[in-house]
């Protein structure tokens, strides 16, 4: 590309119209009007002689060329933007809000440590963890809304750099004094018996159903619920079984009359990762965030009965 030759601005447009997919929306961010941002969007098609962005019932959505552009474009708009701010990042002095996506066992079990952690380290930080669908992390991601995605996700793209913080598996959870199961389950126990589970848009947890497959089973599943941390007060309220993560369920029989067993078919385990967009793979508050997350996750204890 010669520089010389070429408006800068027009990457900020470019910018804004990909995070937006809206020509309306993006005029508001960059105060113009959106004649304005319209005609900086044909010099652009023009420029790189593609669409980039084509019309919808769902806004202006990115033509494939424009994705493999938005990255590089990003990158080059942060370091400009990083050009006159300080190299170094002092966690005992940043006013930083960092923005986590974390479903609700880890907001429960791992987040206090993280803020404890802050607390001490960074107290004029700031922590929001916003609540998404597992389907929308990655829109999340990819416009800069979070920072970082902590959790069990499938799909996600290869831009998305990631680390693994925590292996965990699946227990089978009753109440305690459940009327059939005792002291063991069985695999005819657990068919038979009518279950609860998990359930949202875009959740990766279908082990228990896929493992059933295998063996052509199914199960009778009456009751699902968009938050795993309901699941162990319904567990302890009424005769249903729930497969459910073992930190959570580790973290709740200490809490509630329940009691947990290994699960009677093979169920595999599953890894917790975090997720980052590469526009903050070499942000220092970002890095240190990561570190901390990394940290304070791996450490976690949980008291099993």
Sequence with gaps: MDLLDFDMNLLLTFDAIYRHQNLSAAAVELGLTQPAVSAALK???ERFNNP???RTSHGMRPTPYADSMSVKITRALDIVREVDQPADFSPQTTTVNFRVYINDIGMLLMMPQVLTHLSKHAPGAHLTILDLRPDEVVDALDEGSIDVAVGYFLGMPN???????RNT???CAVRGDHPVIRNSLSLDQFVNARHGMYWTTGSPHSAVEEAL????????VILRLPRF?????FIAQSDLIMTIPE???AGFSKLLDIK??????????????QYWHERHHADPANKWLRNVIKKETADMVLLRP
């Design 260 to 273: 947990l067993f290994k699960p009677p078919l093979k169920l595999p385990n599953f890894e917790i990762r």
């Design 247 to 249: 930190d959570l369920g």
């Design 229 to 233: 941390s309901a699941l162990p007060f």
């Design 52 to 54: 980039l962005f084509v």
């Design 169 to 171: 598996s699946y227990v």
């Design 213 to 220: 497959a295998r063996l052509d089973l199914s199960r009778d």
């Design 159 to 165: 831009w998305a750099h990631q680390q693994v913080v």
């Design 43 to 45: 010099r652009l098609r």
